[in-house]
């Protein structure tokens, strides 16, 4: 089982996918809590050149209420975490996280909904990138 999804852009730019991604996720009611420029981060940090890589994390507050009622511990794996890269053709490779594979970690049957219904947004917003 693949612990991501994914879909190349064509024809955007970095900043463009960025926007695009943000607006597709707040359509299935996620925010965006963190933003990680990890190009910016390994030149400051290391003094090393990296790609433009941008991990966003993103937070449905339902979900996240219900899966903390469900399991006190389950912060560990919020937010949901999508990457925005850019490889060396130009393309935009856009990936999210697959909540059912990281949940499976868990012994919590009562997750399992939960983890179903986030992963169908979090598809959705990956098929809906053009």
Known sequence: MSYYFNKT???KSFEEAI???TNELKKEGFGVLTEIDVKATLKSKL???FKKYTILGACNPHFAHQALLSEDKIG???PCNVIVQEHENGAIEISAVDPIASMMAVS?????KISEEVQSKLKKV?????
Not at 126 to 130: E, Y
């Open 19 to 21: 926007d695009l991604v």
């Open 126 to 130: 990956i098929d809906s990138l053009v």
């Open 108 to 112: 919590n049957p009562k997750l399992g």
């Open 47 to 49: 003094e090393v050149d």
């Open 76 to 78: 560990v794996f919020l």
């Open 9 to 11: 852009l064509k024809g």
